[in-house]
């Protein structure tokens, strides 16, 4: 009797875990076209806010994102920086995070002309740039505050560039099927 009682014990544990196994693994798995986090999207969000972002609350506390490869073999995305939606291309080689002035100034960061005091290279060559803290970067699910930004002119940059200070906060990114995934 106890042997049954205790068999019928560990086969409820087991599949009453078996959700929270199965949202970790749909992190990792291809999806079909755009970004995609590893959740479904909240079913009701009223129509005068921003799309809502999916929420992905782990029993593991693992945050994921999927980022399919442009035709071009890049990786963009809509980041919501600072509370806006900025298009952005995740490029490894580069040290910070790069926005140009206009973007700069449509995330709410007020910069004057004595905070471009950075002399740095970019592919166009030689720039000045100002060093700012953006509060919150978030992609999908995946969520990190304070990452360091170069601003640039607008003649010097024309994207928005997700670089390493970025990056370099996540637990880990890859790629895997064309997709780029990111996890934190």
């Given at each position: 009797m106890f042997k049954n009682l205790f068999l019928m014990s560990c086969a409820v544990l087991a599949v009453s875990g078996l959700p929270y196994y199965a949202q970790d693994l749909r992190a990792f798995l291809p999806q079909n076209a755009g970004l995609e986090a590893a959740t479904a999207t909240p079913v009701a969000a009223p129509a005068r806010e921003a799309p809502a972002k999916p929420l992905a609350h782990y029993a593991t506390g693992v945050r994921a994102a999927s980022i399919p490869m442009n035709k071009d073999g890049h990786f963009s995305a809509d980041f919501h920086i600072n509370g806006r939606y900025v298009r952005g291309m995740i490029d490894t080689g580069a040290t910070y995070v790069a926005l140009n002035r206009t973007t700069a100034r449509n995330l709410g960061l007020g910069l004057a002309n004595s905070d471009f005091k950075h002399q740095v290279r970019t592919a166009n060559g030689l720039t000045e740039a100002a060093l700012v803290t953006i509060d919150r970067i978030e992609v999908g699910s995946v969520?990190?505050?304070?990452?360091?930004?170069?601003?640039?002119?607008?003649?010097?940059?024309?994207?928005?560039?997700?670089?390493?200070?970025?990056?370099?906060?996540?637990?880990?990114?890859r790629v895997s099927n064309n997709r780029l995934e990111l996890v934190n």
């Amino acid at each position: 009797m106890f042997k049954n009682l205790f068999l019928m014990s560990c086969a409820v544990l087991a599949v009453s875990g078996l959700p929270y196994y199965a949202q970790d693994l749909r992190a990792f798995l291809p999806q079909n076209a755009g970004l995609e986090a590893a959740t479904a999207t909240p079913v009701a969000a009223p129509a005068r806010e921003a799309p809502a972002k999916p929420l992905a609350h782990y029993a593991t506390g693992v945050r994921a994102a999927s980022i399919p490869m442009n035709k071009d073999g890049h990786f963009s995305a809509d980041f919501h920086i600072n509370g806006r939606y900025v298009r952005g291309m995740i490029d490894t080689g580069a040290t910070y995070v790069a926005l140009n002035r206009t973007t700069a100034r449509n995330l709410g960061l007020g910069l004057a002309n004595s905070d471009f005091k950075h002399q740095v290279r970019t592919a166009n060559g030689l720039t000045e740039a100002a060093l700012v803290t953006i509060d919150r970067i978030e992609v999908g699910s995946v969520s990190v505050d304070n990452v360091q930004a170069f601003v640039l002119a607008d003649s010097a940059l024309s994207s928005t560039l997700i670089g390493m200070s970025f990056m370099s906060k996540l637990q880990t990114y890859r790629v895997s099927n064309n997709r780029l995934e990111l996890v934190n």
